[in-house]
């Protein structure tokens, strides 16, 4: 049966956000990382806004903030790359395939796979390493050094968070008796 344009068009449009916001950020994360590897690698940090911000260019072999940067190589490239490969394809199935049904829900995973895509590219084409450059705080109490790929996991895991969508309708076997109605009582003669 062919599909009619209507048809056509339920099926494609809903992939077309996905596939923007994932275009967007994943190129938006690679350009800066590019400029960031360009023009920040020998130069030295730079800082604005009183050090709120400051540029610095870093290589991280690690995952968030570092962690398993210890690890042996082989064992880091097959947590970092190859496990974290499968899982970003199990996303994508659920973002193009199943599409999660609340708005916030299904922006907040397409963020997540936009920035595991993003630092997955850095980790394949730059020998296991994912270049940093971001570092915001005030005084001591700073972030660790991160990228845009990082916001972008950064913004989903915060929509998740603060996602609530309707909530589930209570099931009536656990549920107590509802009052009676005005309507049901019995009222005495």
Known sequence: MPLTMTGLARRILPLIFPAVVLCSCIGCDQWTKSLATVHLRQAPAMSFLGDTLRIQYAENPGAFLGAGSGLPPSTRFAILVVVNGLFLGLIAALVFLKRPTGRWQHLAIVLL?????????????????????????????????????????????????????????????????????????????
Do not use: Q
């Open 113 to 189: 796979l936009a920035g595991g895509i993003g630092n997955l590219i850095d980790r394949v084409c730059h020998d296991g390493l994912v270049i940093d450059f971001l570092n915001v705080g005030i005084g001591p109490l700073r972030t660790g050094i991160f990228n845009v790929a990082d916001m972008a996991i950064m913004a989903g895991f915060g929509i998740l968070v603060l996602y609530r969508g309707p909530e589930a309708a209570p099931d009536k076997s656990t549920a107590p008796p509802a009052p009676p109605h005005a309507s049901d009582a019995h009222t005495a003669p």
